[in-house]
């Protein structure tokens, strides 16, 4: 009786260790994956803020056309909201706000690498 005890529990540890590899496995597997997915992130949002800076840009551009301003002239919100997709100001994927600037100045946002210099 006794081998056959030692057997039972001889399995019993090997299914506790075969099923603690997989956790581990699975676990690696996941984290990796959630790695990647943040990394990825960061490049899709600054380009996404890009293509913002760029509509804002075209539509600054437009306005400055129209009103004849002048390198150094002011280009207001509203002129330039009324020439953008849907009429509505963008926001920017990473949290950061857009500032029109100067004529001659291309549109800003605040994080960091955002921009289409």
């Not at 984290?31 to 760029?54: F, T």
């Not at 706000?97 to 210099?117: E, I």
Request: proline share 5%.
């Amino acid at each position: 009786m006794k081998l056959v005890g030692a057997a039972y529990c001889m399995r019993r540890v090997f299914r506790i260790l075969l099923i603690l590899g997989v956790l581990g496995v699975l676990l690696i597997i996941v984290s990796s994956v959630l790695v990647c997915g943040v990394g990825a992130k960061k490049p899709a949002q600054r380009n996404a803020c890009i293509n913002n800076l760029r509509q804002i840009d075209g539509a600054k551009e437009d306005v400055a056309l129209t009103q004849k301003l002048k390198p150094g002239d002011v280009v207001l919100v509203d002129d330039v909201i009324v020439l953008l997709k849907g009429k509505q100001w963008p926001v920017c994927p990473a949290g950061g706000t857009y500032a029109v600037g100067l004529v001659d100045q291309p549109p800003r946002c605040t994080v960091a690498g955002h921009s289409l210099n």
